[in-house]
Each structure stands twice: as structure tokens, then as C-alpha cells.
């Protein structure tokens, strides 16, 4: 089935802890995001990546890294978990400029 | 920077009546913009976009949006609206960052039956 999956779909998590989020696409799209979702504030971009192998800063990168190892994949880690990354993490994909973005079904990440 | 702004937080509309949903930009150059619809617990759906061309946009489930130039706005609208429309909304800009979104902070719509 086309699309994006992400993994884990939720996850409770120490503060202080390493996590890695996942995010894989099946479409071959160039460009890969992630985006957290707060109440009140919408979707805030934290990193991108227009092709393989270059990536971003988006508007909250802080505390967030990425990777773009190949075209599918585009993991998202947080070195060390602290309570307000608590949020919904969305990937998204698109194939250019001007395209939709298609999203994955979300992480909900809970720091304690 | 390149920002959308969704003036209401909630629209409240009875089944079979017409709806729009509001979004003003802030953008330089000529604008990419998108309305997104996520349903509870979901990820977010594409309904349309306008790129350039005619100013009223058809998309998915019976939605369009009218591109307003001199009033710098990009409404939603449908008709006839149904019970099964009631989700977040997001209007969204294309950013000065590859081609990632600046999104508004969405519109709750509930259409009562």
C-alpha cells in the first residue's frame, strides 16, 4: 500500500532518553518532513529534506535532528528527550515545488 | 517570511448549509497555498491548492477556495455542508524553505445535523 508509515504510533518516554522516531515513504517523492502538532499552534516545521542526502532547519529545530541516508527514509531523533517535545510528530512527503504533502498517521510522544 | 492566518478558531454550521472557513496571507512573491482537512487521530488530507490560474479552485469531498488577490485571502467553502465534514481545518503557505508549509493554526468545523 502507497503511502508513509511512521513508527513507533505512540510512546511514553524519560526525560534525558535518546528516541528515534521513524518515517518511511514508498513514492519515490524527493522531499521528506517533520512537523509537531500543539494544541493552539498548528504545525511547526522542524527539519526538512528536498532530496536525498542534504536536510534543513525548519522553525522549531531545536533539540531535533535528521538524516537522509536514501530517498525513503527520514528518521527524526531526539538526543535528549525534555517534557515540552511532549507532541504529535507528523512526516510528510512530496514529489515537488507546488505539490501536495502527503502525511503519515502521526507519533504521539509523551516526556515525562 | 511567508505566514497564513485562520482568524477563527471554531465555525459552526447546521447540515445543508453553506460553510467557509477563513485564511488570510502574508506572503512576497505570488503564493502557493493549500487547505488540509485531519479528521480526529488522523494525519492530515490534501483537499487543494491554488498555484496559479483561475481564482476559484475545486478540490477533494465538494470543497472549493477563492483566491483573493487584493484582499489577500483564500477562503474554503462548500454548498451544502454534511455532519461527516466536521474535522480541523489548515490553511497552509509554501515556505521560503525548500518546499516545506507554513500552516495556520487550523479551524475547527462542526456541522450539527
Known amino acids: 500500500i502507497a503511502g508513509i508509515t511512521q513508527a513507533p504510533t505512540s510512546q511514553i518516554l524519560a526525560a534525558g532518553r535518546r528516541m528515534t522516531l521513524r518515517c518511511t515513504q514508498d513514492?519515490?517523492?524527493?522531499?521528506m518532513y517533520w512537523y509537531r502538532q500543539d494544541l493552539g499552534l498548528g504545525l511547526r516545521l522542524i527539519h526538512y529534506?528536498?532530496?536525498?542526502?542534504?536536510?534543513g532547519k525548519g522553525e522549531v529545530p531545536d533539540g531535533y535532528s535528521v538524516s537522509r541516508a536514501n530517498t525513503d527514509d527520514f528518521p527524526l531523533t531526539l538526543a535528549s528527550a525534555v517534557p515540552s517535545q511532549t507532541s504529535v510528530y507528523f512526516c510528510?512527503?512530496?514529489?515537488?515545488?507546488?505539490?501536495?504533502?502527503?502525511f503519515g498517521p502521526g507519533t504521539r510522544l509523551t516526556v515525562l | 517570511a511567508q505566514s497564513v492566518a485562520q482568524p477563527e478558531d471554531q465555525v459552526n454550521v447546521a447540515e445543508g448549509n453553506p460553510l467557509t472557513v477563513k485564511c488570510t496571507y502574508s506572503?512576497?512573491?505570488?503564493?502557493?497555498l493549500f487547505w488540509y482537512v485531519q479528521y480526529p487521530n488522523r494525519g492530515l488530507q490534501f483537499l487543494l491548492k491554488?498555484?496559479?490560474?483561475?481564482?476559484l479552485v475545486k478540490g477533494s469531498y465538494g470543497f472549493e477556495a477563492e483566491f483573493n488577490k487584493s484582499q489577500t485571502s483564500f477562503h474554503l467553502k462548500k454548498p451544502s455542508a454534511l455532519v461527516s465534514d466536521s474535522a480541523l481545518y489548515f490553511c497552509?503557505?509554501?515556505?521560503?524553505?525548500?518546499?516545506?508549509?507554513?500552516f495556520g493554526k487550523g479551524t475547527s468545523l462542526l456541522v450539527t445535523p
Open positions: 510528510a512527503s512530496s514529489d515537488s515545488a507546488g505539490g501536495p504533502q502527503y
Open positions: 513514492m519515490r517523492h524527493n522531499a
Open positions: 529534506s528536498n532530496t536525498a542526502g542534504t536536510t
Open positions: 506572503v512576497s512573491g505570488n503564493p502557493y
Open positions: 491554488y498555484i496559479t490560474g483561475d481564482n
Open positions: 497552509a503557505v509554501q515556505s521560503n524553505s525548500g518546499y516545506a508549509l507554513n
